[in-house]
């Protein structure tokens, strides 16, 4: 049993490929390719989900972050990765940070002017592998299309 338990086991690992992927959440925007190859993403912090599925900062909150990483792969995580976030608010005019690096790439996002009940609007776009895969795009079956994070302030 334990030598078809180790041949099973050896098996699995040979395979090579992972199909990880998620589906968008709240907080989560899964930059998978089809069948779930080279599972890249991005992610939100700072922000509290409601019960309701909505996102929400305190009132003193002015900033968030915004994660864009390369998959877990063997050797994915060593792809160039940029990330551009824009976010809007009917009251503010329109702030544009990105940023890049090797594996991950982090940015802050401002939260400029905020009260409570304001919202804000954060549009991004990755590019991962090295610039050869961005997202969103056709290739990204969970984002083929822009699918921005919108935040307001909890009163």
């Not at 309701?52 to 390369?70: F, H, I, R």
């Not at 304001?118 to 056709?138: E, H, L, M, R």
């Not at 919108?150 to 009163?155: E, F, S």
């Amino acid at each position: 049993m334990l030598v078809g338990l180790g041949a099973l086991a050896a098996g699995t690992a040979s395979l090579g490929v992972s199909t990880a992927s998620a589906a968008n959440g709240p907080t989560f925007r899964d930059c998978s390719l089809a069948g779930g190859l080279d599972p890249d993403f991005l992610q939100l912090f700072g922000a509290t989900v409601t019960p309701q599925g909505t996102l929400t900062v305190k009132p003193s909150q002015n900033q968030l972050s915004l994660e864009a990483s390369e998959s877990s792969d063997p050797g994915d995580n060593l792809g160039h990765v940029t990330l551009t976030a824009t976010v809007t608010s009917p009251t503010i005019a329109a702030h544009t940070v990105s940023g890049a690096g090797t594996g991950k790439v982090f940015v802050s996002v401002p939260l400029e002017g905020s009260g409570t009940g304001k919202s804000y609007t954060i549009s991004w776009a990755a590019v991962f592998d090295s610039g050869n895969n961005p997202c969103p795009s056709q290739f990204h079956p969970e984002n083929e299309t822009p699918k921005p994070f919108v935040v307001t302030v909890a009163r």
